[in-house]
């Protein structure tokens, strides 16, 4: 925490170049920003207070704050749309809440080069609603979409149900600017499509959860609305019968948007016949007859996996309805978690076998009815799932060793830890597990270099080296 005479020189220094309505330091306007949908034990959810929040709403403003930091070397936390998961947003040092929602604008579209360049406080909903005018769209549909800001997108490398036809924000990602620890204010590169120069510095600041600096404006490829959409869903026994049909599509050069397996808790409630629970669908855009083609390329799949097609009205509402909640549950924190780790399709059997059978069983966690088995189908291929947290602070260890064993069988198994909700506080000492000490030890040069006074968001992501290490 700030000394408080410090804390006052401050917040009537940033009072007086934003304006004191973009700072905040009363306790009832900072608790808002104590957590994240980090799950805490019960208690502890207002346990690290943040000492001041700003809302700036220019790029100058941003460098005023950072500024300001740097001379006292006082803790910074950029934050986009506060749904993140895994704790990167709970002020555990304290110091100063950069809140970018009021930086809000699209700057610039561009028909002619495909792009739109914006500010990192708007969401990822108004994004599409802006390009819709422009018949454009980034096709960055997450699970947390109405609220997800690209700033946060951006730093958390989300993922989008969209990825396999247009990939994730991190394919999406032309240039940003960025303000850097010292103040200095960073454009990674020209606004174009692709270039072969110079490294790659767009991808530093992805899925860097604000260790490396404050993004203030991105530049991201967008693509022409389709002409057409449809979606094709089959129903299977279970989801193993399902993967079967999502694995034979991955296999074949059909170009889906993206597509789920999973299993339903009453797949009569959607129309599927008794006994079958397994889901397998996938979305379809593009020219009319283009789309046509593919409807009818995957209902031949669906049929000869042994699947049940749906009609097109039950697969419209399924796949609604599975739009519209996947995320929901992020509201309750202390009932439940999930999980978003990547696995060699070979080992997805034995990774969900040994997880459930054997890590969760061990530990006494349950998974959440209907969502035991779920498989992101496309380039990425994200396998999750949900599970009830345990209650009292017996069960609350319990989930932390069962997190541990989840992390520790993913990446024995060459996989990673977490596809999509970044590291946080939650995965970040189980990075080793995932890295090389060598590996830790670039990222650590990368952070020193960018941010030799360790300000920018400290404490996360990277764990600390091990005391044997040379």
Known sequence: M?????????????????????VLWEKTD????????????????????PDLVV????????????????????????????SNRTGMLVPIHGGIVIDTIRMNRVVEVSVPDLYVTVQPGITLKEVENHLAGYGLALNQEQGSFKVATVGGSISTAGFSRKHQKYGTISDRVMSLEVVLADG??????????????????PQLFIGAEGTLGVITEATLRVEPLPEAKAVVLGFYDDFWAANEAA?????????????????????????????????????????????????????????????????????????????????????????????????????LKEYYDRLWNDVMAKRGVLHVPGVKLWLDVGRYRLAGGRYFIPQGEEGWTE??????????????????????????LEHRDYLDLEYSEVALDVMRSIKKALDPDNIMNPGKMIPARKRNHH
């Open 2 to 22: 700030i000394d408080r005479v410090l804390l006052e020189q401050i917040r009537a220094h940033l009072s007086n170049v934003l304006g004191e309505r973009k």
């Open 30 to 49: 900072l608790l808002p920003y104590t957590k994240d949908t980090f799950r805490n034990p019960r208690g502890e959810d207002f346990r690290y207070w």
């Open 55 to 82: 809302l700036p709403e220019t790029t100058a403003e941003v460098q005023a704050v950072v500024r300001a930091a740097a001379k006292h070397k006082i803790p910074l936390l950029p934050k986009g749309g506060g």
């Open 184 to 201: 200095s204010v960073l454009r990674t590169g020209p606004k174009v499509l692709y270039t072969s120069t110079g490294y790659r510095l």
């Open 247 to 347: 694995q034979r599509t991955m296999a074949t050069s059909v170009t889906f948007v993206g597509g789920e397996a999973y299993e339903l808790l009453d797949g009569g409630a959607w129309g599927a016949p008794p006994g079958k629970n397994g889901v397998f669908y996938v979305a379809l855009e593009g020219t009319k007859g283009e789309v046509e083609a593919q409807v009818a390329f995957m209902r031949k799949i669906i049929n000869e996996t042994g699947g049940v097609l749906a009609s097109e009205e039950d697969a419209l509402r399924l796949f609604g309805k599975y739009t519209e909640q996947w995320c929901g549950a992020r509201a309750r924190p202390e009932i439940d978690n999930c999980f978003t780790t990547v696995v060699p399709m070979e080992k």
């Open 399 to 424: 989930y932390q060793k069962a997190a541990r064993g989840q992390a520790e069988l993913a990446t024995s198994l060459g996989g990673s830890i977490s596809g999509c909700h970044g590291v946080g």
